[in-house]
């Protein structure tokens, strides 16, 4: 499609996104003097200020203020820190600002809780996020299964414990040996911290109700176990999973119990035992519509040592880390244990889905089962035993459909065009990118998502037509969204500009829209304190000002992660390299910065590459500047199958 001015096209993109007003503020002298009012660097808060007041005559100076400017006071602050949060207009706030008896003004943003866990403390939930071994030290947790209620059928749960933090509720005591709850060995809240400890879990938001079934030697009848599935049957709090870390002989009774509990809405995780036998011989293991999971250790492998080998076979779904898994101990509050067998690694997967039904809370123990399945990472567990599915347990949402398209226009000298590469139906943009292989001649005015696909635009001041190349990133993932930020850059300024995802979602990739003809010059379209933030920073030599719109697509998706690869290119040469993401993973975004010691000299770098392959991110850059310059590139990279 032919555009007729690219001030046009930028009205276009912003019409079909979700708008945020999410800006930074601009990073030179030019964009504000004035040290007194702040605005947010990173996922401000339109129209929601923090008024610091000096500590003299703070309570009077307050009083005057407001009676002055009208808002909505939030919060007031006194001693040491005098002052209050209020909503009104941006002029009102730079104007309060200059006030006698004002310290500052700054722009209220918003704070995200950091969700990845360095080096966890078992080495399961290192596992459980990344498809292939060596581990990474890391363990990705989103969402946190936060909403979510998960029963635990077992000894008991010691809730004083830190590292449930107040999110378990003791339920029924089916043993009835005076007990009423109390975990007198250890099992059950090794189980639920591993289900949804602070430190220790998968899904560490959820709230976990302790139904204890097993007695001080971790033994339970039959009779008191169905007793238990059925109250939980009838009395659950939904969105529901049942955890049964036990087993034993063929019993139609409880298996039936398990089987009604599945049919009323509830999803069961069982463990397959630890007989070295086959799984189809023990209950609740063989219950069809029961998740059955099977011990794995941190090579995985079957468990097969003593004293508790790992039961195999076609009624096991998956295999979990189940050996030496580090969880929450009784000897105390902090206390820790190790534990092996099959009663650990079906916690693993019941965290898991506590986490799926965060994110689906209407999702049946069928659709749950089947995402489990799907997602698992296939044929690396070794001597699975005898008709075992080789599935390893995967906690994250991995990509599905993932592919990359592409179009491509040609522009006439001395005027703009633009084409969108177009995602197939059923899938998403995540990314995208351009390549167009001219020097200083192509100025790319957009590279940024539309509608249902990615767009670019491109001024052609050379005298001869240049083709442009647009690809776009697709895939399938859940909880899509495009968000923006947009700043109008002075003349002779600069500015770095955000767009900030949704607390829950994660960056895919980015871009950024302008209105400039060789005016401005982008040096940074890259991620930004990650996982949430995308930034481009505009250089503005022209002698108006011109508005800048930065774009981020975000998403649910877990495990997400950013790698990054860096090339020095000499004066009057091109140079280009790739950032590649890590096997199992592909790329869903990515863009590239460069540093130029002066305004003028950012416009005589050019970037007429910044494209993605399915294992990464491609940067091509041009060097017509008299001294080097580093180039860094970045992708984007997500699970994906």
């Not at 995780?269 to 063989?286: H, L």
Request: net charge neutral; hydrophobic share 40%; proline share 6%.
């Amino acid at each position: 499609m032919k555009s007729q001015t690219p001030g046009r096209l930028l009205a276009l993109i912003i019409t079909v996104t979700a708008f945020s007003g999410v800006v930074a503020g601009p990073a030179s002298a030019a964009e504000d003097q004035d040290t007194r009012f702040r605005p947010a660097k990173v996922d401000g808060i339109a129209g929601s200020y923090i008024v610091v007041l000096k500590p003299t005559g703070a309570e009077h100076t307050q009083k005057r203020l407001l009676a002055r400017y009208r808002g909505t006071v939030r919060q007031v602050y006194r001693n040491p820190l005098n002052g209050f949060a209020i909503d009104l207009p941006e002029a009102d706030a730079r104007r309060i600002s200059q006030e006698s008896g004002v310290e500052f003004v700054e722009q209220d943003a918003w704070a995200t809780g950091d969700t990845t866990q360095n080096s966890p403390p078992s080495w399961g939930l290192d596992r459980v996020d990344q498809r292939v071994r060596p581990a990474d030290s890391r363990y990705s947790y989103w969402p946190t299964g936060a909403g979510v209620h998960v029963y635990v059928l077992d000894s008991g749960v010691r809730r004083s414990h830190t590292d449930f933090a107040g999110r378990v509720t003791v339920e029924p005591d089916f043993v009835g040996d005076g007990q009423n709850g109390v975990d007198c060995h250890g099992h059950g809240t090794h189980v639920a911290g591993t289900i949804g400890g602070t430190t220790h879990g998968v899904a560490k938001g959820v709230h976990l109700h302790s139904v204890r079934v097993l007695d001080c030697a971790n033994k339970a009848r039959w009779s008191w176990t169905i007793q238990a599935v059925n109250w939980v049957r009838a009395n659950a709090r939904r969105p529901a999973v049942i955890n049964m870390s036990l087993g034993g002989d063929l019993d139609a009774a409880l298996d039936k119990a398990v089987s009604d509990a599945v049919q009323a809405g509830i999803t069961v995780v069982v463990s397959a035992q630890n007989n070295a036998a086959d799984a189809c011989g023990e209950s609740p293991g063989r219950t069809p519509v029961a998740i059955t999971v099977a011990n794995a250790t941190r090579t995985d492998a079957r468990y097969s040592g003593t004293p508790y080998p790992s039961n195999f076979g076609p009624c096991v779904d998956l295999f979990g880390p189940g050996t030496d898994i580090v969880s929450a101990g009784i000897a105390s509050d902090t206390a820790t244990a190790t534990m092996t067998g099959t009663s650990m690694a079906a916690p693993h997967v019941t965290g898991t889905i506590a986490k799926y039904l965060q994110a689906a809370p209407a999702a049946s123990p069928a659709q749950l089962t089947a995402s489990l399945l799907a997602e698992a990472t296939r044929d690396v567990v070794t001597d699975a035993g005898a008709g075992t599915p080789n599935r390893l347990l995967f906690s994250d949402h991995a990509m599905t459909g993932h592919r990359l398209v592409s179009a491509s226009f040609t522009v006439q000298p001395g005027q703009g065009w633009s084409a969108a590469a177009q995602c197939p139906a059923g899938t998403v943009v995540t990314g995208g990118g351009y390549h167009h292989g001219s020097t200083l001649g192509i100025e790319v005015n957009a590279s940024a998502p539309y509608t249902q696909g990615w767009l670019v635009h491109a001024t052609n001041a050379d005298n001869q037509a240049r083709p442009v190349l647009v690809y776009a990133v697709c895939a399938q993932t859940p909880g899509w969204q495009i968000v923006t930020g947009q700043y109008t850059v002075p003349p002779g300024g600069e500015a770095y500009i955000n767009a900030s995802c949704p607390v829950g979602k994660t960056l895919l990739g980015g871009g950024y829209t302008h209105d400039s003809t060789f005016g401005n010059a982008i040096t940074f379209s890259v991620p930004y304190q990650y996982p949430n933030v995308w930034q481009v920073k505009v250089i503005n030599l022209d002698s108006v000002p011109r508005p800048v719109t930065t774009h981020a697509v975000c998403a649910q998706t877990p495990g997400q992660q950013q790698v990054s690869a860096q090339f020095i290119v000499q004066p009057g040469q091109g140079w280009d390299t790739v950032a590649r993401c890590p096997a199992g993973t592909a790329v869903t975004g990515g863009g590239h910065s460069f540093f130029s010691t002066t305004p003028a000299a950012a416009f005589r770098v050019a970037i007429d590459m910044s494209d993605p392959l399915p294992q990464g991110w491609h940067v091509h850059a041009f060097n017509l500047d008299t001294e080097a310059h580093v180039v860094n590139v970045y992708a984007m990279c997500a699970a994906a199958r």
